[in-house]
């Protein structure tokens, strides 16, 4: 078959620093191709040479048979080339319709004829957005579909997603995952770039792992099984990415929730976490498990019900009264929620616990803080130049040890984790999980919330199934599975004995 795309040999220096070493990879009509790796691999700088917006050192991109040097971005677009990145790249001060044409602006503009034109081309993709709102006033993962639209207003041959689910919920991903399979059919090259595996198996047709800037290797999707990949990416198969849980001993209950009911998704929700034990919160997004997470938190209002912190009655008004108590949060938006990104490393490891790096008088002891967080970044084994560091020059993964310092640091006895590995490579994955595994072992309660249910079998000593704002079941580890799990969550079914151990 004829590729759309070939990129031959690329390398790309940065200085010194190789992001990139004679990596091949190429695109044929039709298919879906996932491009895999941990973060640095080279996934992102390789979409960037294909996209026009780095030239590479050495090698060439050839689209149709033809050599080709891309200077800027508007030249791949001209050869139809689109490259969706995780950073949205729209103006949030113009509307829905003048984002997605705005390659025809300025000029004689008919904002009804934009409007009906911009409508016609999200109400194919399956979405229902006002074309004439500012796009600085769409939710994440609609400013997402309107970059799709923006992209679909072109003629093109390939199109890169750069992690497109990572903000979108489970019905949005479908919907994503539809339009994907439609330009597939439309003869449309595809290149999709995530880090959940169990999607990349449903979507791509071929998959090309990446790791320290080389290609380890490309495999057709029917070819290979999950550990397979993984091992590719990491050197090592999935049922070693998790921690011993038999090691640790189960406590006294630290947290007791009875029928906390807040809004439409808490109702009568009750559960308990005991000292030294990871609790599991699975179920689909929108079943309530982030609401249930903020009402202990203190984040949003309790309407009636209890929750009992070490046997004493505890009414968070604020999030504040919840770290003074010993309640940790870490959410499952980081980047806004969880971290100030242009502060340094050690003002975000330590605010949540200001009073042991303060002196008497209430000034910061600086000596003090930099040698606390610098031990507590090498416990956590954080990659970063210093401790003074903004958090934004940190990974994904690196971003979200940050978070975790911060509650290492509080030394708070219950600690809820929110999609604790959204976004996260597998390597990063694989410490998250050994930190959390570390709080158990230091005798913190551990609610751990995760879409990922491999995630939620692999850490937890039991794992709740909500649906619909409720808890609906209870799993224990010798009937994990997924159908269980998803059973108990929609309709509170049947559980499945299961016949293998996990």
């Known amino acids: 078959m004829t590729e759309l795309v070939q990129l031959k040999s690329i390398s790309k220096s940065f200085g010194g620093i190789h992001a990139l070493r004679s990596v091949d990879f190429d695109v044929r009509p039709g298919e879906v191709h996932a491009l895999l790796g941990e973060n640095g691999a080279g996934k992102s700088t390789l979409m960037r040479v294909l ?151 449903d979507i791509a047709d071929r998959m090309t792992v990446m790791k320290d800037g080389q290609k380890v290797g490309t495999v057709a999707t029917g070819d290979v099984k999950v550990d397979d990949i993984i091992r590719m990416m990491v050197g090592r198969p999935i049922a070693t990415m998790f921690p011993e849980r038999a090691k640790r001993g189960i406590g006294e209950e630290l947290l007791k929730v009875e029928k906390l009911n807040a809004g439409r998704m808490v109702r009568d929700v009750s559960f308990s976490v005991r000292a030294g034990e990871i ?89 003090k803080e930099r040698a606390d967080v610098t031990e507590l970044g090498q416990s956590l084994r954080l990659k970063a130049s210093s401790v003074d560091a903004p958090v934004s020059s940190l990974s994904g993964g690196n971003q979200q040890k940050v978070v975790l310092a911060k509650w290492f640091h509080a030394d708070g006895d219950v600690i809820i984790l929110d999609e604790p590995t959204r976004g996260v490579d597998v390597g990063a994955k694989t410490e998250i999980y050994a930190l959390v595994n570390k709080l158990a072992e230091a005798g913190k309660a551990v609610l751990v919330i995760s879409s990922e249910h491999q995630e939620l079998f692999g850490l937890c000593d039991r794992v709740l199934a909500m649906g619909q704002g409720q808890i609906r079941g209870e799993l224990l580890p010798k009937d994990y599975k997924e159908e269980n799990l998803l059973g108990l969550s929609m309709t509170g079914g049947t559980i499945i004995a299961n016949q293998g151990s996990h």
């Open 279 to 367: 609790v599991g919160l699975g179920g689909l997004i929108g079943s309530g498990r982030t609401e249930v997470a903020r009402v202990i938190f203190g984040a949003d209002r309790l309407e009636s019900g209890t929750i009992t912190l070490k046997g004493q009655t505890f009414k968070p008004r604020s999030p504040k009264d919840a770290v003074r108590a010993g309640i940790g949060l870490v959410p499952e938006d980081r980047k806004h929620q969880g971290v100030i990104l242009d502060k340094p490393i050690r003002v975000n490891s330590t605010m949540a616990k200001m009073s042991s790096v303060v002196n008497a008088f209430g000034f910061l002891k600086q000596g």
């Open 51 to 201: 996209g026009g917006e780095m030239v590479p050192s050495s090698g060439e991109v050839i689209i149709d048979g033809v050599p080709v040097l891309f200077r800027d971005p508007r030249a791949a677009r001209a050869l139809g080339i689109v490259v969706i990145h995780q950073e949205l790249a729209l103006a949030p001060d113009l509307t829905v319709a003048e984002n997605i044409f705005l390659g025809e602006l300025p000029g004689v503009i008919s904002h009804s004829s934009l409007r009906k034109r911009a409508k016609d081309l999200i109400d194919r993709l399956g979405f229902h957005i006002d074309p004439g709102r500012t796009v600085g006033s769409l939710a994440v993962a609609h400013q997402q579909v309107v970059e799709i639209a923006k992209a679909l207003s072109q003629d093109i041959k390939i199109i890169v997603f750069d992690e497109p689910t990572a903000v979108l919920g489970a019905q949005d991903a479908m919907k994503l995952h539809q339009i994907i399979r439609g330009l597939r059919d439309r003869g449309v090259g595809v290149v999709y770039i995530s880090h959940r595996l169990d999607e990349v198996f």
